[in-house]
Structures are given as structure tokens and as C-alpha cells.
């Protein structure tokens, strides 16, 4: 709401101080200031303009950038997808070559262990023989002379195989 100045400015003497005239007419205040106003307005359309230009440039480098990067993008990903199998490739070689060299150890200590086993055999044989034919001598010894009689009796067998 326009204050008290305000409404007394719009009554200003359209002519030289002295009486008041007949044809006198108020100032037309917002005649002045649109033509006060209108240059800078104007020169804000321009501006306006100015903007408007600069964003759909903006627009138009940013839709190029999205589309450069995402094109590089594809490209990273078609080249890390080729040396995915390239890598996959070279850690199969490798994990290969390792469980080889594990199988030859493996196979080395398995035959150090064999051979171990087999010397130890060949150290123990002599004494277990020796312990067995005691025995088996002992048990013979301590058998009578006769042979039994009876259905436990061992029937004779020919050299060929076959009952006498």
C-alpha cells in the first residue's frame, strides 16, 4: 500500500510554483518510470537471451561429454573383459605349474617314504625269519611222532594236484 509521500508526489504542480492553474494535470508517475525502467530491462532481455544461449550450449557440451565418457566406459570394459581372459589364462598356467611342482614333491616324499619302508623291511626280514622258523621248529618239535588218526586225518596228495 503506498504511503502518504507516495500520494502526495502524484499531485505535483505540473507548472512553475505559484497559484494553481486550471489545466494542470498530475504527473504521471508510472509513465516515468517505465520509461526509467525500460533500458535496463531491455539490456536484462538481452542478458536473458545470453543465458538462455549459454545453458543450451551447456547442455549440448554436457550431452557430449556423457557420450564421450560413455564410450570410454565401453571401451575400459571391453578391454578389462579381454584381459579378464587374458588374466584368467596366466593364473591357470601358473596354478597348474604350482600343483605340478606340489605333485612332484608329493610323489618324491611318497618315494623316499617307500624306500624307507622298504630298507626298514629288508633290515627287519632276517630277524623275523629267524624268529619264525624257531618257532615253527618248537611247534614241529613238540609234535608226536604219529600221525592222527581219525576224519581229521590230511588225505595223501599226488604231485599233479589230484587225490592218490
Keep these: 500500500m503506498p504511503g502518504f509521500r507516495e ?22 508517475r508510472s509513465a516515468e518510470l517505465a520509461a526509467e525502467l ?31 565418457a560413455a564410450e570410454r566406459a565401453e571401451q575400459t570394459v571391453r578391454t578389462a573383459r579381454a584381459r579378464a581372459l587374458q588374466v584368467r589364462h596366466e593364473t591357470a598356467a601358473r596354478l597348474r605349474a604350482e600343483a605340478e611342482a606340489e605333485t612332484a614333491r608329493t610323489d618324491a616324499a611318497a618315494e623316499a617314504a617307500v624306500r624307507d619302508l622298504r ?3 629288508r633290515a627287519r626280514t632276517p ?23 581219525g ?14
Design 7 to 28: 500520494f502526495l508526489t502524484r499531485f505535483r504542480p505540473a507548472g512553475s510554483p505559484g497559484p494553481a492553474v486550471g489545466g494542470a494535470v498530475p504527473a504521471d
Design 38 to 68: 525500460e533500458p535496463p530491462l531491455t539490456a536484462l532481455d538481452d542478458t536473458a537471451a545470453q543465458a538462455e544461449e549459454i545453458r543450451r550450449t551447456a547442455a549440448h557440451e554436457a550431452a557430449e561429454r556423457r557420450r564421450a
Design 119 to 121: 630298507a626298514r623291511a
Design 151 to 164: 576224519p581229521h586225518r590230511e588225505a595223501p596228495w599226488a604231485r599233479d594236484g589230484s587225490p592218490e
Design 127 to 149: 630277524e623275523l625269519a629267524a624268529r619264525l622258523v624257531d618257532r615253527v621248529a618248537r611247534e614241529l618239535a613238540a609234535l608226536p611222532d604219529t600221525p592222527p588218526a
